[in-house]
């Protein structure tokens, strides 16, 4: 087991050579199991650099920005200044690479540095990487974040940047034990990011804990507004179909979770949810998906089919099929359930919806990324989300999720870092 705590609060109180000897000691011993990041020739000397630059820039210590000198691993479907860009493909990197975008010049003004771009599954939709659960080596890490959350897991980054199509943030959280954060849909612009499906792709981050994601979420996310309660959420948790999304043990250990919370002064409900049973089972997510994955790669497919793996070939083809009228319902849909669900809120008194963040513990082998039953619903609304690391099976870790309203992303924060707070309590 290699996983490790590294907060980003606590690194943050470190100076900037001993912030640099740990990352690099943690790496040295800890990359060559995991295999979180894309292989880079020289990355020392870049970073020594990079820091000397950043030291250069910020000579005064009073006036050095929140994340000065902080390694931040960044997933390799987003463009960074000096680094190619593969997104976990065979097509050659100068057809992909393309200009950094506002997330990651916002990561520059704030000081950080660029420990590398981790791994993510072709495309962000499928394929084997060599990535593997800090937690247990065996196990897969979860996709298409994979590098993203077993950096953060395996104590190497106290701080990643990940994306999120249909699960890609939560189930690599859940399954390597850490936080992960995917905030409301166009919260943070995707300028710079080599899409999937511009409908659901969602940047957002992995730390260890509730403190650090605030932190960076304070910082990262447009147009900040501080929030504060003095009272607890009410607690929603959805009826029907959804919930057979999770194993035995899953559903055993999400109750008693359950029962913990209302013994700590939390009103759980149990609610009938606004949409259709059939629609969350059924392949229209995924369709979708498909659909506009094979609009974006028009002009790449036509050129490099043959260097498509065959799990994105074939939803390449398949998306092909999908007429645009049908691309066109299921977007008109995103809206209709997004405020369905803001006002079965409303009229039920729900503050956040709460889940287990996967149906099972981290598969073993390296086929099965995760699954999207209880996270593609939510990304299609465009909501919010949080994995919250809080227990494990059989050595893995589970996540708990939490899920708030569009838009309301530091009311979530808020409320699930006082969820981590109870749990932490009892």
Known sequence: MLHHDASLVDFINLSLPDRLTYFYERYSRVEPFVNAFVSEENFQARLMHDADLLSEKFPSHEERPPLFGVPVAIKDLIHVEGFPTRAGSELPSSVLTASEGSMISKLRSLGALFAGKTVTEEFAYHSV????????????????????????????????????????IIAPASFCGVVGFKPSYQRVALDGVIRLSPSFDTIGFFTQDMDSVQLASSHLLPDWRPFFSDQKPTLGVPNGIYMSFMSDEVRRVFEHQL?????????????????????????????????????????????????????VKAAIQKGQTVPVEELEQYRAGQIKVRMDLE????????????????????????????????????????????????????????????????????????????????????
Request: net charge negative; glycine share 12%; proline share 6%.
């Open 259 to 311: 029962q913990s919370l209302e013994k700590a002064g939390y009103t759980i409900r149990n609610v009938d949810m606004p949409w259709d049973d059939a629609f969350l089972a059924g392949d229209a997510m995924i369709r979708m998906v498909q659909g506009e994955m094979a609009q974006l790669h028009e002009a790449w497919f036509k050129q490099y089919e043959h260097l498509y793996g065959p799990s």
């Open 129 to 168: 990487t060599p990535t593997r659960n800090p937690h247990n080596l065996a196990h897969t890490p979860g996709g298409s974040s994979a590098g993203s959350a077993a950096s953060v897991a395996a104590g190497i980054c106290s701080l990643s940047v990940g994306t999120q199509t249909l699960r890609s």
């Open 343 to 426: 006002q079965t809120k409303q009229k039920n008194g729900v503050d956040v919806w709460v889940s287990p963040s996967q149906g099972g513990v981290a598969p073993k082998g390296f086929e099965r990324m995760g699954w999207s039953g209880m996270t593609a619903i939510w990304s299609y609304a465009g909501l919010p989300t949080i994995s919250l690391p809080l227990t494990k099976i059989d050595g893995l870790p589970v996540g708990f999720q939490c899920i708030g309203s569009f838009g309301n992303d530091e009311a979530l924060l808020f409320w699930t870092k006082e969820m981590e707070q109870s749990f932490s309590a009892r």
